[in-house]
């Protein structure tokens, strides 16, 4: 493991704190390494409108779009899960949307898996699917 993925695991970690997650207690922290060096962290928002909760992973990404950064080159996601929980169907179409090449997944037990986008989401619907 690289320092910078250490770096993005314990952002991750860190901003799992700031959860807002009465309804499912469950904390999901997560972090992404844009082109720049910059990291960018997350975490779920739930509503009592249950379907309008925002998972971790697109609040890291997106908080990441919107600082202007237009390569992710990876994503770190934090719980207590064992083994480490792996993105949701959703997120995992906008990690597709990204090309986010390397996803980190991982739990405050210290246990960390990489995934790559293929195997988190073979045969992805993309942009270029709907170009005819
Ligand atoms: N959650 C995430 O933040 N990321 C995932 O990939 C799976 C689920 C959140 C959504 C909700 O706030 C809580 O975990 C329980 O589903």
Not at 56 to 80: M, P
Not at 96 to 111: D, Q
């Amino acid at each position: 493991m690289t320092e910078t993925d250490k770096k993005l695991l314990a952002e991750a970690k860190r901003v799992r704190d700031f959860a807002y997650c009465p309804y499912s207690k469950f904390a999901v922290g997560a972090a992404v390494l844009g082109a720049s060096g910059e990291i960018y962290g997350g975490c779920n928002v739930e509503n009592a409108a249950y379907s309008v909760t925002n998972c971790a992973e697109r609040t890291a990404i997106y908080n990441a779009v919107s600082a202007g950064e237009e390569d992710i080159l990876a994503l770190a996601v934090v719980t207590e899960s064992s083994p480490p929980a792996t993105p949701c169907g959703a997120c995992r179409q906008v990690v597709a949307e990204f090309r986010i090449p390397r996803i980190l997944i991982a739990n405050l037990a210290g246990e960390v898996k990489e995934m790559t986008l293929s195997e988190l989401l073979p045969d992805a619907f993309s942009g270029e699917d709907t170009m005819g």
